[in-house]
């Protein structure tokens, strides 16, 4: 600064400011700016979560409750849930605006009034922070109380966590068949099994998604308590940051490579389908209780429960019993495949 024209200005770089008023914006402009790119991979994986939602929304799926067959649904349905979840977490994010301070050593503009207490220090300061495209903070203490770095790392673990839960469900899904991967070339599905094709983008995702979950979670959780005016434990943590983001941004690729290798098994959806038409008990127990029959969940319940049954015992029963014309052909007709209520247009949502 020696020799420039900042030279006589030089005592007024960082005037009256504590180090935790340059630091706490300059982690606020991080976040903000990490933000960006990590809603930029949210919108791409919600899209295309999106778009596959609507490409298989009439197609039928055997749904599963507690990991047993249950009402069907469609495949398109139950990823328009997953992108109303994650939009849903994602518009949180976007609401957070990151507080900051400039108020001094203790949050009161002491120095600041002792060299020119005619200045109006607290709209002085919030012009600045709000200069920055951030919010002011006007009770503080030596430290902005990060209590906004809190909420914006909640809102990001709640994010991730549905992304997790989305994770699971499309590695079972390629477990049980619904779903085939395509096999890229060089790509090593097992060390010793040739045949597999290995879930491991949605594997991996998982577990970056449990890394940034964890760091995110304990910053969290910490540096919403400080001792008195200040403590130094916020300092080391606040240098983790963008670990999580980091572990976050690994974790939505892997996800998206994976996607991409999806394909749709109709075959095996459907042949699971077949194999269960004790789902059926469900729309006919129901029929049967509008009716006004006697023990409508008893009598389905002694027919199917624990037991497979097939087309021709499922229609049998409806065919024995006396129910209105229109409510029997009704029933009749119906199968696992077209027992799935609103779900193709449920899907359309996403």
């Given amino acids: 600064m020696k020799g420039t024209s900042l030279e006589k200005r030089g005592e007024f770089i960082h005037f009256a400011c504590t180090s935790e008023d340059i630091n706490n914006m300059s982690h606020a402009l991080m976040l903000r700016d990490g933000k960006k790119v990590l809603r930029a991979a949210m919108d791409e994986m919600t899209a295309k979560i999106a778009a596959m939602a609507k490409e298989w929304a009439k197609v039928p799926m055997l749904a599963h409750t507690h990991g047993q067959p249950a009402s069907p649904t469609t495949v398109g349905k139950e990823l328009a849930v997953a992108t109303a979840r994650l939009r849903r977490q994602a518009a949180e994010i976007d609401r957070l605006v990151m507080p900051a301070k400039m108020n001094g050593a203790v949050g009161n503009f002491n120095a ?91 594997e991996n995702s998982e577990g970056n998604l449990g890394l940034a979950n964890a760091v995110l979670g304990f910053m969290a959780r910490k540096l919403a308590i400080s001792r008195m005016q200040r403590d130094l434990t916020d300092s080391t943590t606040l240098r983790n940051m963008g670990v999580g983001f980091g572990y976050t941004l690994i974790a939505i690729r892997s996800t998206l490579k994976g996607l991409g290798k999806l394909e749709l098994n109709a075959e095996r959806l459907a042949e699971d389908l077949d194999r269960n038409w004790e789902v059926l008990a469900e729309p006919i127990q129901t029929v049967m209780r509008k009716v006004g029959m006697d023990h409508p969940y008893e009598r389905l319940k002694e027919l199917t429960r624990g037991r497979r049954v097939n087309a021709e015992i499922m229609r049998d029963f409806v065919k024995a019993l006396p129910l209105p014309k229109d409510d029997k052909a009704r029933l009749m007709k119906l199968t696992p495949s077209t027992y799935i209520g609103l779900a193709e247009k449920l899907a359309r949502l996403a």
């Fill in 112 to 202: 600041h009034l002792s060299a020119y207490p005619k200045t109006d220090w607290e709209k002085l300061s919030r012009k600045v922070i709000e200069s920055l495209g951030l919010r002011q903070n006007r009770l503080t203490t030596q430290i902005e109380s990060h209590d906004g770095i809190a909420e914006l790392f909640d809102a990001l673990c709640r994010w991730n966590s549905v992304l997790l839960d989305f994770d699971r469900d499309i590695w079972m899904y390629v477990s049980m068949g619904y779903f085939k991967q395509r096999t890229i070339k060089g790509e090593i599905g097992s060390s010793t099994m040739p045949h597999k094709v290995n879930p491991i983008d949605f």
